[in-house]
């Protein structure tokens, strides 16, 4: 099989990354890799669903990432997964012998160890340059559902249409479940029984780089995870906060200790994101180093900073992504920087342990088993966004009053950077925006 033709099976199959921002996976295969890495680094805390599926469904996972590996003439496939995940492991040695490109690589229970840039290097030894995409160094990196969702289109013809998503906090039975795309996420969370808060916050995505949602909210290919919080969790708070507030409090409260930028995991990298020089910047108002405003596009927005590292409890990434927004609204683009600085030699020390993580943000007693429960739930209406990807939206391709069946195309890829979204249950069309499908099952 040539690369142009798997590319093609994968952009018809609908797959997006579905571990971060939903990247098309046909996009990410290249004759340049010549490392493919599958990512079982679980960055959230709290989230157990790719060390679970890969547990399950280890052999097929693994035939999909071979076939990957030899279509495009990567030297090695290498599967970096968290030591701790004893179980999925040994189901992984139990059959990576029929793979001879592929090894596994143990990483330490740290965050965020699911992030490309920190896998890559811990993996591989190989810096990503500030701004740079993997595959200039040789590498592609592919989620465990994302090459999941590529083997189950390849052996049996099925597209995406549903999503793995773990429910966890205030629930009576954490759970993980099998949901059609579209389901609302107050009838995810009902999978996992009552509610045990009488406010409940839905989280979506995790606790460090996560969202708040509406009960309403239609599941995506990129939803992971629904942690529901009480309304007073200090996470809520946090996030419920004023930008101009949290900017008074750097002015007033900001000692420059320099923590943020110590434990940055991308400044460790060689990047040049230093949230110190950004806080003394912004919260004085002072634009005369336009390089401490223009290097915030490099953060990834882990969180770690204002999460973790800061004493002062104040809000580093927040402000940080107010301002990178605000920059590329104005259509300032990132800095071109070829090459990254010397990792630290104090990286190795400086790791967040993700135990003491959830600690620090009043998780432990959440994190509790989360069984997976791999059969589709039934469900009576969904509405199917077109644009659950990077890229350009998909363009409905169906009307309203249509019978569909589930697995049929009803928004097809459209030019440039794109896949098609298919209905995912059987029903009829009740309804079309420009935004998403909503069906109603008959």
Same mark, same amino acid.
């Given at each position: 099989?040539t690369i142009?033709?798997?590319?093609?099976?994968?952009?018809?199959?609908?797959t997006? $990354?579905? %571990?971060?921002?939903?990247?098309p996976?046909?996009a990410?295969l290249?004759?340049?890799?010549e490392?493919?890495?599958?990512?079982?680094?679980e960055c959230?805390p709290?989230?157990k669903?790719?060390r679970?599926?890969?547990?399950? +469904?280890?052999?097929e996972?693994?035939a999909?990432f071979s076939?990957?590996?030899?279509?495009? $003439?990567?030297g090695e496939?290498i599967?970096?997964?968290?030591s701790?995940?004893?179980?999925?492991?040994?189901?992984l040695?139990?059959?990576?012998g029929?793979y001879?490109?592929?090894?596994i690589?143990?990483? =330490?229970?740290? &965050?965020p160890?699911?992030?490309?840039?920190v896998?890559i290097y811990?993996?591989?030894?190989?810096q990503?340059?500030?701004? %740079?995409?993997p595959?200039?160094a040789g590498v592609?990196?592919?989620n465990?559902?994302?090459?999941?969702?590529?083997?189950?289109?390849?052996?049996r013809?099925?597209?995406?249409?549903d999503?793995?998503?773990?429910v966890v %906090?205030?629930v009576e039975?954490?759970?993980?479940?099998?949901?059609?795309l579209g389901?609302?996420?107050?009838?995810v969370?009902?999978?996992a029984g009552?509610?045990?808060?009488?406010?409940?916050v839905?989280l979506?995505?995790g606790p460090?780089?996560g969202?708040?949602?509406?009960?309403?909210?239609?599941?995506?290919?990129?939803t992971?995870a629904?942690?529901i919080l009480?309304?007073e *969790?200090t996470?809520?708070?946090?996030?419920?906060a004023?930008?101009?507030i949290?900017?008074k409090?750097?002015?007033?409260v900001?000692?420059q200790?320099q923590?943020c930028t110590?434990?940055?995991?991308? *400044?460790l990298?060689?990047?040049p994101i230093?949230p +110190?020089?950004?806080m003394r910047s912004a919260?004085?108002?002072?634009f005369?180093? !336009?390089e401490?405003?223009?290097n915030?596009?490099?953060c990834s927005s882990?969180g770690t900073c204002?999460? &973790?590292?800061?004493?002062? $409890?104040l809000?580093p990434?927040t402000?940080i992504t107010? &301002? =990178?927004?605000?920059?590329?609204a104005k259509g300032v683009?990132?800095?071109?920087?070829?090459?990254?600085?010397?990792?630290?030699?104090?990286?190795?020390?400086r /790791?967040?342990?993700?135990?003491r993580?959830?600690?620090?943000?009043?998780?432990?007693?959440?994190?509790?088993?989360?069984?997976?429960?791999?059969t589709?739930i039934p469900?009576r209406?969904?509405?199917?966004r077109m644009?659950q *990807?990077?890229g350009a939206p998909?363009?409905?391709?169906?009307?309203? $009053?249509?019978?569909v069946r589930?697995g049929?195309v009803?928004?097809?890829?459209?030019?440039?950077l794109?896949?098609p979204v +298919?209905?995912?249950?059987d029903g /009829?069309?009740?309804k079309? !925006?420009?935004q998403?499908?909503?069906?109603?099952?008959?």
């Amino acid at each position: 099989m040539t690369i142009q033709e798997l590319s093609e099976i994968i952009k018809s199959s609908g797959t997006v $990354g579905a %571990g971060g921002a939903g990247f098309p996976t046909y996009a990410k295969l290249s004759d340049k890799a010549e490392v493919i890495l599958l990512n079982c680094a679980e960055c959230e805390p709290l989230l157990k669903l790719h060390r679970q599926l890969l547990k399950l +469904h280890a052999d097929e996972i693994l035939a999909a990432f071979s076939l990957i590996a030899e279509t495009v $003439g990567a030297g090695e496939g290498i599967i970096g997964i968290k030591s701790e995940y004893r179980e999925t492991i040994e189901a992984l040695q139990g059959v990576i012998g029929r793979y001879p490109k592929l090894r596994i690589h143990e990483l =330490k229970s740290a &965050y965020p160890m699911g992030d490309e840039v920190v896998l890559i290097y811990e993996a591989t030894g190989k810096q990503i340059r500030p701004g %740079g995409l993997p595959i200039e160094a040789g590498v592609a990196v592919f989620n465990v559902e994302t090459v999941y969702n590529v083997s189950r289109y390849l052996n049996r013809g099925t597209p995406v249409t549903d999503k793995l998503v773990s429910v966890v %906090g205030e629930v009576e039975h954490p759970v993980t479940v099998r949901v059609p795309l579209g389901t609302p996420l107050e009838e995810v969370a009902a999978q996992a029984g009552r509610i045990t808060t009488a406010h409940p916050v839905y989280l979506v995505g995790g606790p460090m780089m996560g969202r708040m949602g509406k009960s309403t909210d239609p599941v995506t290919k990129t939803t992971n995870a629904i942690l529901i919080l009480p309304s007073e *969790h200090t996470l809520i708070q946090r996030m419920s906060a004023k930008i101009s507030i949290d900017l008074k409090r750097a002015a007033s409260v900001c000692c420059q200790c320099q923590m943020c930028t110590d434990l940055c995991p991308r *400044h460790l990298l060689g990047h040049p994101i230093e949230p +110190h020089k950004f806080m003394r910047s912004a919260a004085n108002q002072d634009f005369q180093n !336009t390089e401490v405003f223009l290097n915030t596009f490099f953060c990834s927005s882990c969180g770690t900073c204002e999460l &973790y590292s800061c004493p002062q $409890g104040l809000s580093p990434r927040t402000l940080i992504t107010a &301002y =990178k927004n605000g920059l590329r609204a104005k259509g300032v683009r990132a800095p071109r920087i070829e090459e990254a600085a010397a990792v630290s030699g104090a990286r190795s020390f400086r /790791r967040v342990p993700e135990e003491r993580l959830e600690a620090r943000l009043g998780l432990t007693k959440y994190n509790k088993p989360a069984p997976l429960d791999d059969t589709v739930i039934p469900v009576r209406k969904v509405t199917v966004r077109m644009s659950q *990807h990077i890229g350009a939206p998909a363009v409905p391709c169906v009307a309203e $009053g249509d019978f569909v069946r589930c697995g049929q195309v009803i928004g097809a890829a459209a030019e440039g950077l794109s896949v098609p979204v +298919h209905a995912s249950i059987d029903g /009829r069309v009740l309804k079309i !925006t420009g935004q998403a499908v909503e069906i109603q099952a008959q």
